[in-house]
């Protein structure tokens, strides 16, 4: 069959990597991709969000299955317009509609709906312009720390965690009076803090049942001892090792069920990945956030470990048809630690040659933010540029593997954290 993949960054590239093992597969077309992607099938340069120019390009390469990766066209209803379009509607699809999306899309809407479904997340108000000056008192006296979250889609920079009330009270004015993410923070959710462990459970729903991935935790601060600003994720373990089956059992029973019922009860077909982040305090998870897709880099990790055929589970997936699938996972653990460019998070420049990458072994290189230049020569085009994924026994192990590989791929500015997995090590 052949399969259109939507993204360019390193989960993308981990899904083009695990689809093209399927026997299949015959052919996978990557838009845009990225220099990684274009080992295992043919880019093509469409943006995201031009639904129109996707649907032309499915129907003249007869694609049977379109995957979204990234979450902005599907909170922008690329599922929807799909489905609407009669020559278009019969292609099978993986990700949510608009509806199901907004899971990731409204934090407010996530919220209304984990307290409806009765499913343990932290204690919650929300504020807009109308209500701004409830809002600021209300975190003048907020217990500490407080977290101010944008309601909407902010990539990944719109979650705030402060120690301060007046600096609470500065921030929230500035997050809805001068639209400090823009849009997405027209609405604010004020949040008490969740004192734990953070960890992801990924699920595959075809509507009604349902297959659990891989747990991971991913590390988001750029510096060593989840220290200094957040970023996209420096690196990526799996599994958990706490997340043994009686802790999955919990996560299972109190968050999956219900929100995999809370959906049907919506009237909400969701196909596709939830993403669950959740915290775990004294033993207990509870959500801190829903994603309507697979995260990055826990992509990295969670999808190597997969044994069976993914394209299989997601056809199946597609056609309702999950609990036919069966889901074979390695009982080996993997460690991604990713490559990122000097000045990330903040300012960095582009264009560093790359070089290095023929002399890893014993890991799997994927692309995040790199580019050909006019000369073919392979060059950073990102903040995040390379994710390295290895395999071992245990997370140490694989964590050695990986920051010895890193050691060997040189560009100017490269930097890595070397305490991927720290807790568990």
Do not use: W
Request: glycine share 10%.
């Amino acid at each position: 069959m052949n399969v259109l993949l939507l993204g360019s960054g390193g989960r993308e590239h981990a899904f083009a990597y695990k689809l093209t093992q399927s026997k299949h597969c015959k052919q996978l077309f990557i838009a845009p991709g990225n220099p990684g992607t274009a080992k295992h099938g043919i880019n093509v340069n469409i943006k995201l969000n031009d639904f129109e120019e996707l649907g032309k390009f499915c129907m003249q390469q007869n694609i049977s299955l379109l995957i979204v990766g990234p979450e902005e066209p599907l909170v922008n209803g690329i599922r929807d317009f799909f489905e609407a379009d009669k020559n278009l509607a019969n292609i099978k699809f993986i990700g949510p509609g608009k509806l199901g999306a907004q899971l990731e899309g409204s934090k407010d809407f996530s919220k209304d709906f984990m307290i409806k479904y009765k499913i343990p997340t932290a204690n919650y108000k929300t504020f807009t312009s109308e209500n701004l000056h409830d809002g600021m008192e209300y975190v003048k006296k907020h217990s500490l720390p407080v977290v101010l979250k944008a309601d909407g889609l902010a990539a990944g920079k719109g979650v705030l965690i402060l120690n301060d009330n007046e600096v609470a009270v500065n921030e929230i004015r500035a997050m809805i009076e001068n639209k400090k993410f823009g849009n997405a923070s027209d609405k604010v959710v004020v949040e008490e803090y969740l004192n734990g462990i953070e960890l992801s459970v990924f699920v595959l729903s075809d509507g009604t049942n349902y297959k659990i991935l891989p747990t991971a935790k991913d590390y988001k601060r750029i510096g060593e001892n989840d220290s200094g600003l957040n970023t996209g994720g420096m690196g990526a373990v799996s599994p958990v090792p706490f997340a043994d089956e009686a802790y999955l059992k919990k996560v299972d029973e109190r968050i999956i069920k219900p929100t995999i019922e809370g959906l049907k009860n919506e009237n909400i077909n969701y196909v596709g990945f939830i993403f669950i982040g959740l915290m775990s305090v004294n033993g207990e998870p509870f959500v801190i956030e829903y994603n309507c897709r697979m995260g990055d880099p826990e992509t990295e990790v969670v999808l190597p470990l997969i044994k069976s055929d993914l394209l299989e589970m997601l056809v199946a997936c597609a056609d309702g048809k999950l609990d036919e699938y069966e889901l074979l996972i390695d009982d080996l653990a993997a460690a991604t630690v990713m490559l990122v460019s000097a000045g990330y998070p903040g300012d960095y420049e582009k264009g560093k040659q790359i070089i290095g990458i023929d002399d890893i072994q014993n890991s799997q290189l994927f692309h995040a933010g790199t580019q050909l230049n006019e000369n073919g020569e392979l060059c950073t085009n990102g903040g995040r540029v390379m994710a390295i994924t290895s395999f071992g026994k245990n997370i140490n192990e694989a964590v050695s593997v990986s920051i010895n590989n890193a050691k060997l791929i040189q560009y100017e500015g490269k930097y890595f954290r070397k305490d991927i997995g720290f807790e568990f090590l």
